[in-house]
């Protein structure tokens, strides 16, 4: 088995970027079911499927961590597949997915993709950091 010494689980709101990722939501609704989730020092928001957000990622280090992080969001609503997936980068990661595979278009299309308001993506409010490549496409 894989220590899970270094998860914790908070609500929603107490994520450190949860105001920033709530405020450019189309629909507010979803941090109902959202989770802020403790890796290291600070709780990070994970987003649920649903309207027009199609699928989610949660960025960690360590197999074991995102191993984890997959056990946490399985059977929670919204949180539709969770798997993990090596990030084949200069600072190599694991990029933990649930609901559709995310789109390698353009930023635009992305924050569409991720539920974010046309508002926020045209004004600049949402800037989603880039995911690396996918090894396998």
Not at 39 to 58: E, Q
Not at 70 to 93: H, N, T
Not at 107 to 134: K, S, W
Request: aromatic letters at 12%; a positive charge.
């Amino acid at each position: 088995m894989y220590p899970r010494s270094t998860i914790k689980v908070w609500p929603a709101h107490d994520a450190y970027d949860y105001e920033y990722l709530g405020a450019g939501l189309a629909d507010r609704r979803l941090l109902d079911d959202s989770v802020a989730i403790q890796v290291f020092r600070a709780p990070l928001l994970a987003v649920p499927v649903g309207g027009r957000r199609r699928g989610g990622y949660f960025i960690v280090s360590g197999l074991s961590n995102a191993r984890a992080v997959c056990d946490v969001l399985r059977g929670r609503p919204g949180f539709l597949l969770p798997r993990q997936r090596w990030a084949p980068a200069p600072d190599s990661y694991y990029v933990v997915e649930w609901g559709e595979r995310g789109p390698r278009g353009d930023a635009d299309t992305r924050a569409r993709f991720y539920g974010y308001a046309e508002e926020a993506i045209v004004t600049g409010r949402v800037q989603l950091p880039p995911l690396p490549p996918d090894p396998f496409s």
